[in-house]
């Protein structure tokens, strides 16, 4: 198994170059082709969600301002794209596809047809926005949707994995998903936040499986006494110099979600390792 068609979702901001070359050599790893992804919201689907509260020629303004950026970010992305493309490897690079309408759309029709989706981690002011691309990603693809931090170093690969584990379906489709980098690493540890009497029993399932992969793992269970289990996670992953948190995404309520008090909103900001996630 391995990842033969990587998307990368680009936005035309300053990140794109450097998220794409990452992409690159992962594809170049698996000996995989690299495709990328740029959604331009049209002029309709941009107005939607203004109602009746714009006048018709307050609405056009709105309007044509959208369009404008929307050009703007198109010729950014674009450019990004042929800046790699100059000296990558013909055989790993493939297409830029520019999709007009709204991102659940776009994602249906391109992600759904990747082995993983490569996006950017979120940070700065951008963070709310590009958490709610992730989602849409993770929910409408199905795929396993990898996120990177920019600065990181475009052949730094994934020596040291940690798995975040609690028996969910997504976790559990997380680590399948993960598969490729798994086999990969130097090392692997599967880890679960609580102290209940079954931890250790599942994470030796989890373990059991992954060395039918050939994967060997190591365990641990982590008290989370006193602190959120995402804060947990993050700070066992950071204590381990770990490269990449596999992890299951947006399982919990809507509200929580909406709220900014779910665990996978909580993991997804300010971590400065690389997150592989499935819904």
Same mark, same amino acid.
């Given at each position: ?41 049209? #002029? ?31 010729? $950014? ?60 990603? #993770?929910?409408? #693809? ?22 975040? /584990? ?18 990969? #690493? ?68 809507? /509200?929580?979600?909406?709220?900014? $008090? ?18």
């Amino acid at each position: 198994m391995a990842f033969r068609r990587i998307l990368t979702v680009i936005s035309g901001s300053d990140d794109d170059e450097a998220l794409l070359r990452q992409a690159l050599a992962i594809a170049e790893t698996q000996a995989g082709r690299l495709d990328a992804l740029f959604v331009r919201r049209n #002029a309709a689907s941009g107005g939607d969600f203004m109602g009746d509260a714009f006048s018709t020629y307050g609405m056009e303004a709105v309007l044509e301002a959208l369009d404008d950026a929307a050009s703007e970010a198109s010729l $950014r992305a674009h450019r990004a794209f042929e800046r790699v493309g100059d000296d990558a490897p013909a055989e790993h690079f493939g297409r830029l596809s520019e999709y007009v309408g709204l991102p659940h759309q776009a994602m249906a029709a391109e992600g759904r047809l990747s082995d993983l989706v490569v996006m950017a981690l979120p940070r700065g002011r951008s963070a709310p926005s590009q958490l709610s691309a992730i989602k849409t990603a #993770a929910c409408e #693809a199905g795929r396993p949707v990898l996120l990177l931090p920019p600065d990181r170093a475009a052949d730094a690969g994934f020596k040291r994995i940690m798995i975040a /584990w609690d028996g969910s379906l997504e976790a559990a489709r997380a680590v399948s998903g993960a598969l490729p980098l798994l086999a990969a #690493a130097d090392s692997v540890k599967a880890v679960h936040a609580g102290l209940h009497d079954d931890d250790s029993a599942r994470l030796g399932r989890l373990a059991n499986y992954l060395d039918r992969h050939g994967v060997a793992a190591a365990t641990e269970t982590v008290d989370a006494s006193g602190r959120s289990i995402a804060r947990a996670l993050v700070e066992t992953a950071r204590d381990d110099a770990a490269d990449l948190v596999v992890m299951g995404g947006f399982g919990a309520p809507g /509200w929580q979600y909406a709220l900014g $008090r779910d665990e996978t909103t909580a993991l997804l900001k300010d971590t400065g390792f690389a997150i592989l996630m499935v819904h």
